[in-house]
């Protein structure tokens, strides 16, 4: 069975920083690509980063790209997304997520974490 468990999240201050961590069990990070997604209030699920298993690749969306980073240890089946200088815009439900194809669409990505909440006050 499939588990991916994510913490890290809370509530921080405008600039800060924060890392979230996902752990995976049942899940092949040789075979899984790692992704990140958010979801704020009363928008729909978005694409943060991805993370390719065959080559530790990243790929972040356009938007995001500078302030977060992605990354993986594959001895602990753990991907990361540590996220600078934060804004109340990030404030949203952070989900890992894993899947064979992994790109920026939903539908590529086969398991879901529950999600972990950020908060970021202004």
């Known amino acids: 069975q499939v588990q991916l468990v994510e913490s890290g999240g809370g509530l921080v201050q405008t600039g800060d920083s924060l890392r979230l961590s996902c752990v995976a069990s049942?899940?092949?990070?040789?075979?899984?690509?790692m992704g990140w997604f958010r979801q704020a209030p009363g928008k729909e699920r978005e694409f943060v980063a991805r993370?390719?298993?065959?080559?530790?690749?990243?790929y972040y969306a356009d938007s995001l790209k500078g302030r977060f980073t992605i990354f993986r240890d594959n001895a602990k089946n753990t991907v990361h997304l540590h996220m600078n200088s934060l804004e109340p815009e990030d404030t949203a439900i952070y989900y890992c997520?894993?899947?064979?194809?992994?790109?920026?669409?939903?539908?590529?990505?086969?398991?879901w974490g529950q999600g972990t909440q950020v908060t970021v006050s202004s």
């Open positions: 997520a894993g899947g064979r194809v992994a790109g920026r669409a939903i539908s590529g990505y086969e398991y």
């Open positions: 049942g899940l092949s990070f040789s075979v899984y690509n």
């Open positions: 993370v390719r298993w065959a080559d530790g690749s990243t």
